[in-house]
């Protein structure tokens, strides 16, 4: 335990000192900043730009247009500048030597993976958070109702699919032992759950549905209980890649 500890404040500490966490954290603050402002200015942005005597009706801009923001900022660039940011988390050391290095000096495996794991996913929650109750407050500032049905189960969802991808990032490295191939695995990994999405009854078991239904389950338009399923689904793909991450399928020194 005490190893585990060590070795994930570690992890952390070089992450800010190489401004990983600073650059993921202010990207999402800005996210948070950006869902709000945009939702309540774009009707007047678009209106600004057409061309003299032309117009067109917009609806006044709703509490559920700054979401609909966070979400497709959140599922887009959001995820991937996460896996960007984490892919060398576990190749980028096995390919420097330092952690085969750690490892034959008698340091576990496990310690290793779970530690890169709960580093990532800290870093994770830290950024997550912080533009979801950015995105919350100046949306409860610039609009009067806010009656969002599954609101936080949709936040939460994300925030699971994010975790799943530090997973396959980890798992990726090991595999390939290499960057290129971390990102490779997580970015096939996404398009292959994109293209099952084209499959309406594999959704409930997709976690890309966790990413892609978030503004129909809160206008009710999918259901929560099969949203809760894709994210059973993702929970249980997190835990199968870190334990094989873990085992010695997959080698770190060769």
Do not use: C
Not at 57 to 86: C, H, R, Y
Not at 136 to 162: A, H, S, V
Not at 233 to 241: F, M, N, Q
């Amino acid at each position: 335990m005490r190893s585990f500890v060590a070795f994930t404040k570690k992890e952390i500490m070089e992450s800010v000192r190489t401004y990983k966490f600073m650059i993921l954290f202010l990207i999402f603050v800005v996210f948070g900043f950006l869902n709000p402002v945009m939702a309540k200015v774009l009707p007047e942005i678009l209106e600004s730009v057409l061309p003299e005597g032309m117009t067109i009706t917009l609806e006044e801009p709703k509490a559920i247009d700054s979401w609909m923001q966070f979400f497709k900022n959140g599922a887009q660039t959001g995820m991937i500048v996460l896996t960007v940011i984490f892919s060398g988390i576990m190749a980028g050391e096995i390919s420097k030597g330092t952690l085969i290095h750690m490892v034959t000096k008698g340091l576990s495996r496990k310690v290793v993976v779970l530690s890169k794991f709960t580093s990532a996913v800290f870093q994770w929650t830290l950024s997550y958070a912080a533009s979801a109750l950015i995105t919350l407050g100046y949306t409860l500032y610039f609009f009067e109702k806010m009656e969002l049905p599954n609101l936080f189960l949709g936040i939460l969802g994300m925030w699971i699919f994010g975790v799943l991808l530090l997973s396959m990032v980890i798992f990726g490295g090991l595999l390939f032992k290499n960057v290129y191939g971390a990102l490779l695995l997580a970015g096939g990994a996404a398009l292959i759950l994109t293209l099952l999405g084209l499959f309406p009854d594999l959704k409930p078991y997709n976690p890309m549905t966790l990413v892609s239904e978030n503004v129909n389950l809160m206008t009710e338009m999918f259901s929560s209980g099969d949203f809760l399923l894709s994210a059973g689904v993702a929970v249980l793909l997190t835990g199968l890649l870190l334990v094989i991450s873990m085992s010695n399928t997959l080698k770190i020194t060769e």
